[in-house]
């Protein structure tokens, strides 16, 4: 099911929030793209489409963090390498694959959706309110 970027989701900061509406939108694409049955390449078109932004966008708010002395930066960082390496994971899980299978479709669940929207919720939002205060 497509993620919804609404009130809930909205951390308060600008730059975060905007390239958010970004990386949920090619969220969504991934998951659209991997139903069972689709083509092989249209998942790992985007697959590597979603990974684009999301190195891009982890990069930008490490550095927002860093630039605010946010004392939690490390362990935001090891946060982000997580779930690059579970993407990277995805797309390892894809090639042996025909196409995407429901343990990718669930994996792509679990370790993409569900993972982002509580990142967001939690490790995003005390950014925000850090750089805020
Ligand atoms: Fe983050």
């Known amino acids: 099911m497509a993620i919804v970027f609404d ?29 069972p049955g689709t083509e092989k390449t249209v998942a790992a078109n985007t697959l590597g489409f979603l990974l684009d932004y999301t190195n891009k966008h982890f990069a930008d708010e490490e550095k927002l963090q860093e630039d605010n002395q946010y004392p939690l930066l490390d362990a935001h960082k090891a946060q982000h390498a997580a779930f690059v390496k579970q993407v990277e994971e995805l797309e390892e899980m894809l090639v042996e694959e025909e196409g995407p299978s429901e343990a990718f479709v669930e994996a792509v669940k679990k370790n993409v959706v569900d993972w982002l929207l509580n990142h967001i919720c939690v490790w995003d939002k005390q950014v925000a309110q ?4």
Request: glycine residues 6%.
């Open 130 to 133: 850090f750089v805020k205060a």
């Open 7 to 35: 009130e809930a989701l909205k951390t308060g900061n600008e730059l975060i929030d905007t390239q958010h509406q970004e990386l949920i939108a090619r969220v969504n694409k991934l998951t659209e793209g991997c139903k």
